[in-house]
């Protein structure tokens, strides 16, 4: 029989958490969060025994009280007479809205950039170079001004779209006007409305918002019954149905059906009196700082894209192009699927830079988290601590969740072995 105590290791001693390797690398784990605990207490007990002593609390019943001042842009209702909460989610809501467009069009812009410069069109090449340059080796702040001076400077009042020998003309089929205190343009209107789900606090959602939203989640979940089926029949066949239609179907009906019962259409903007009304007036702050940040950072992902390029094998266009495909087909489905794992990871981090520089938005004027919360609410109650830590917060929880999508999609388009 096997002795079964003789190959027992020996008794544990204390001893042992630092000279056997075993313990060892957790017993430090153990003694620096243990650390690090005891300094944040530190420096927590230390700021409130300090606050104490100057009179203060730590409290946040400040985003209760009226707020008191007016914001230009407002996604949802606001008057000054809403709390400092309901300004500091506007002012957040602000900051989503440049940050979101921000990130897509310096994505499509910087992918256009990024191919280009690797066009065999020695000119054309060379300007996108210049571009690069140019946008990336100079302050970001700084063509945040440039641009807003722009369009404060340069750009005509509104009376001067007025009358038939109007010394200015709308653009894009008349729908867009260019001023130097706003961009006027056109919101989509109804001539059959269902009217609004009230959800308090003056939220409210329009049912054809909700029609639409529904349609469109419809219609990709159909979308991806309509692919698994179609791959379970070649796993079982061998032979592919063709789906593309079904596909196409399920996502453009049901929102061409929903355009045409709610009579969807756009409504110009039209100067009366002073200013221009029945569109959307938006302030310049946010086109200037929109704009910035697009070409900023599109600079970056340029180069992001071109370095992702060039990490393909050149052999794999070479193979392409013996099969008979075209450059253009041969870069959308061979050398750019291949080049994401590649992109992928450093335009994570371009899109959390572009959405903790939209902070620069005080520069202009437009109200985002940092001018709403960090800005009016902390001068006028004088919670400079308590205004910072949720800003730091919120900033932190925003550029998770972005990380987090991001990684989830990186891991989607990274390399299936087997």
């Known amino acids: 029989m096997t002795d079964v105590s003789a190959s027992a290791g020996p008794p544990f001693r204390l001893s042992m958490l630092i000279n056997d390797r075993r313990y060892r690398s957790l017993t430090f784990q153990v003694i620096v969060f243990i650390l690090v605990m005891l300094g944040l207490w530190w420096l927590i007990d230390n700021t409130l025994r300090n606050l104490a002593l100057m009179g203060k609390s730590f409290d946040f019943g400040f985003l209760f009280q009226r707020a008191g001042y007016d914001i230009p842009q407002t996604p949802i209702p606001y008057t000054s007479d809403d ?6 989610v506007i002012g957040l809501l602000n900051t989503l809205i440049v940050s979101v467009l921000g ?7 910087g992918i256009v950039v990024g191919v280009a410069r690797l066009s065999r069109n020695w000119l054309f090449g060379r300007l996108m170079t ?43 089929f008349d729908n867009v006007a260019l001023t130097n205190r706003y961009t006027a343009i056109p919101t989509l209107g109804m001539t059959n409305d269902p009217g609004s789900l009230d959800l308090g606090a003056r939220i409210t959602f329009n049912w054809a918002t909700i029609a639409f939203v529904a349609a469109l989640v419809g219609g990709w979940l159909l979308r991806r019954m309509i692919r698994n089926h179609a791959q379970a029949v070649q796993d079982r066949t061998g032979d592919r149905p063709v789906t593309w239609w079904k596909s196409l179907a399920v996502m453009v009906l049901p929102s061409l059906f929903l355009i045409w019962y709610f009579g969807l259409h756009l409504e110009p903007p039209a100067l009366q009196g002073f200013n221009f009304t029945g569109g959307l007036n938006v302030s310049n702050g946010l086109v200037a700082l929109w704009l910035a940040l697009t070409l900023y950072t599109a600079a970056f ?31 959308s489905l ?55 830590v949720l800003m730091m917060l919120t900033y932190l929880a925003v550029s998770l969740i972005i990380s987090a999508g991001m990684n989830v999609f990186n891991a989607r388009v990274k390399l299936k072995e087997r």
């Open 83 to 88: 709390t400092h909460l309901r300004a500091s």
């Open 103 to 109: 990130c897509i069009a310096a994505t499509v812009l």
């Open 130 to 172: 210049v571009y690069v340059e140019i946008f990336r080796n100079m302050p970001l702040l700084l063509w945040i001004l440039i641009i807003y001076a722009i369009f404060t400077e340069i750009l005509p009042p509104p009376n001067a779209y007025r009358g038939e020998n109007a010394t200015m003309s709308m653009i894009l």
């Open 301 to 331: 992902i340029a180069e992001i894209v071109r370095a992702g390029i060039l990490a393909v094998s050149r052999g794999q266009s070479e193979a392409a192009f013996a099969l008979g495909l075209r450059p253009n087909r041969t870069m």
């Open 334 to 388: 061979v050398i750019l699927p291949q080049a994401l794992r590649v992109i992928v990871p450093p335009l994570i981090s371009q899109y959390l830079n572009l959405t903790k520089n939209s902070s620069l938005a005080i520069a202009v004027g437009y109200m985002d988290l940092r001018g709403t919360l960090g800005g009016t609410t902390l001068n006028q109650t004088g919670r400079e601590l308590e205004a910072i």
